[in-house]
């Protein structure tokens, strides 16, 4: 059944409750993750890392599936196949007490859901195009951060009431109930002249005509890398504040408030991006990201944490900018992609994540005692960041599809 009559409003906050599956099955895990641990004999709380880092090498590897898939049947069937691997997957999590049958899950779930996270996305780009498109993301991504704000409390009620096997049966009745809302009034965007009869060869070719593209390429590296780096944030908050702060019980909060810093630049962001423009907002944006991280690297050289306060106003500065990365690299990444956008956002997702996790799981391994590493790495990633941004002298303007 569709309903082709809903309003902008409603389309927004259904791409983002597509995508905030995802997130609520990162984020509302994060409480848990030391039990977990010991459930299914994990090694230490850097073991518990990959409990994340795994689910975004699944989000990276499912979109190669389901990208080009989507070209050939349609955003819609794409996602229901997905929710069907996620459900799967989710109760493999449950069931199992051993770590690399775990791992194996996450891959998985990783795997079902990026049917829904490729698709917002895919489906966003085939209804709009320009700065409107990125206005559009921005509003999707800062609906979608609002589930990392209330996540992880989320996940510590459930916990402490009914277990850590409740978090993942509660994300599957969340998301089963978005899948009926997404069934019953979001119509096909794919339009008849873009369907690519399915064979062996349309990822192929699908993926020469992205390579081709100079622009999408450079966007897709530089999400990789700002991906990466908040990467390894979402996987050491929950040792940095609990271990290094000794403040579990307010884990859920902090996150929270750093969440809700992230919401409202992604909405500044939004309200900007159509009177400046989507490159002079990066650029500004990558300026303050390799400075936030620079200045905290020269104060705090010793490796000795700052008190939480100062941590947390760095963290703020830092994802502020971040906010204002995120969108608007994906959406030039897609800009020259209208043609190819099922294929298209699956390559980005993928090689984004394929440089995301490893980066993430490399600093991260540093992580151990001190935060600095942590901003280490936001340097170095947001460096070789600019030199590829720079290295796009101009904006490729391209006629809206």
Known sequence: MQNKNRSQLEFVVLMAALMSIVSLSIDALLPALPIIGNHIGSLGATENQKLITTIFLGLGVGQLIFGPL????????????????????????????????????RVLQ???????????????????????????????????ILVPVIAPMLGQFLLLTFGWKSIFNFTLIFGLAVIVWFWRRQPETLHDEYKK?????????????????????????????????????????????????????????????????IGL??????????????????????????????????????????????????????????????????????????????????LNGFISTLMAVPIANYIGSFVKTSVLPLFIGFFITGAVAMVLFYSLKKPVRIKPV
Request: charged share 10%.
């Open 110 to 144: 990783g795997i079902g859901l990026s049917a829904p996270r490729t698709m917002s996305i895919a489906i966003v780009r085939d209804s709009y195009s320009g700065d409107h498109m990125a206005k559009i993301l921005s509003v999707v991504v800062m609906t979608f």
């Open 265 to 346: 630049s992604t909405y500044l962001n939004s309200a900007l991006v159509m009177r400046f423009g989507m490159r002079n907002l990066v650029n500004l944006a990558l300026i303050a990201f390799v400075s936030v991280s620079f200045i905290y690297v020269v104060l705090f050289w010793s490796g000795k944490n700052p008190r939480i306060e100062i941590l947390i106003v760095f963290f703020m500065l830092q994802f502020a900018s971040v906010a204002f990365l995120f969108g608007n690299y994906r959406a030039l990444a897609m800009e020259p992609m209208g043609h190819i956008a099922g294929i298209g956002a699956a």
């Open 70 to 105: 989507s070209d050939s049947f349609g955003r819609k069937p794409v996602i229901y196949i997905g929710f069907g691997v996620f459900v799967i997957a989710s109760i493999i999590c449950v069931t199992t007490r051993n770590f690399e049958m775990m791992l194996f899950g």
């Open 197 to 261: 009869k399915f064979n062996l060869s349309i990822f192929k070719s699908g993926t020469i005509e992205f390579l081709k593209l100079k622009p999408a390429i450079i966007y897709t590296l530089l999400s990789g890398l700002i991906t990466g780096s908040f990467m390894v944030y979402l996987s050491t908050s929950q040792q940095i504040f609990q271990e290094q702060y000794n403040l579990g019980e307010y884990f859920p909060y902090i996150f929270a408030s750093l969440a809700i810093t």
